[in-house]
């Protein structure tokens, strides 16, 4: 047994999936937000959502300072690709691609921007933070208080 204290979920600190099928989830957080969690059509995949928590962190942590350089009406995507080790099943490395239109920017502007936004995202990318360092993860089971005791 580890001597590692559980974690209490709370609002700020879990999240939770519901099963709803074989091998389908419905994805929740306190705010009331869902997403279908899965292996089939108009379902993300778990290492999907991982991908695009790492792509949105980096792009959200951002934000502010594209909307500076680019004005506050930029459009923008951002994509997350990797390489996945199939005999470990696990990704091997990511890449995460801010698109946007930068054509009004010098090349000095470009890379004073590109400073800014990995700074940005070195200050505030819990995501990234967290892949780089390899976190403990334990996996507790745990008794359904509400659950009809077995007959």
């Not at 089939?40 to 995949?45: D, M, Y």
């Not at 004005?71 to 997350?80: L, M, P, Q, S």
């Not at 993860?137 to 077995?150: S, T």
Request: with cysteine; hydrophobic share 35%; net charge negative.
């Amino acid at each position: 047994m580890s001597d590692t204290p559980t974690i209490i979920p709370t609002a700020k600190n879990s999240v939770w999936a519901e099963r709803t099928g074989t091998r389908q989830y419905v994805g929740r957080n306190h705010s009331g937000a869902e997403v279908r969690i899965g292996t089939g059509p108009g379902e993300f995949s778990p290492g999907e959502l991982l991908k695009l928590a790492l792509a949105t962190c980096n792009s959200l942590s951002a934000d502010h300072r594209l909307a500076k350089a680019l004005g506050e009406g930029f459009d923008a995507n951002v994509v997350c690709a990797t390489t996945k080790n199939e005999d470990e099943e696990r990704y091997d490395s990511f890449e995460v691609q801010l698109v946007a239109d930068y054509s009004s920017l010098s090349d000095e502007q470009l890379a004073v921007l590109r400073q800014r936004v990995d700074g940005a995202i070195d200050r505030a990318c819990t995501v990234g933070h967290t892949l780089e360092k390899s976190p403990e993860v334990r996996l507790l089971i745990v008794q359904d208080p509400d659950a009809e005791p077995a007959a």
